[in-house]
């Protein structure tokens, strides 16, 4: 038996709803540096009527938030890299 929340679940439908597959490797292009693949993962995500001010804002919060300030401008590379 599949419980949600502590309950049987009703039907695969209603379990189907509130799970998704998450990858474990992610996808970044290795030629971008940190504060671009942020600013690119932001402008895919949010609404597109979000203003570019406030993505930058985001992005320069995040990158402090995380720690990545030194390596904000740095490209991300790749295995080989």
Do not use: C, M, Y
Not at 11 to 27: W, Y
């Amino acid at each position: 038996t599949i419980r949600l929340n502590g309950r049987p679940a009703r039907s695969t439908r209603e379990v189907h709803k509130l799970i998704a597959f998450v990858p474990q490797e992610d996808v970044l292009l290795p030629t971008l540096t940190v504060t671009e693949s942020l600013w690119v993962s932001a402008r895919l995500r949010l609404p597109a009527e979000t203003p570019a001010s406030q993505l930058n804002e985001w992005v320069v919060r995040l990158v402090d938030l995380l720690g990545l300030t030194h390596v904000k401008d740095a490209a991300i590379g790749d295995v080989a890299r």
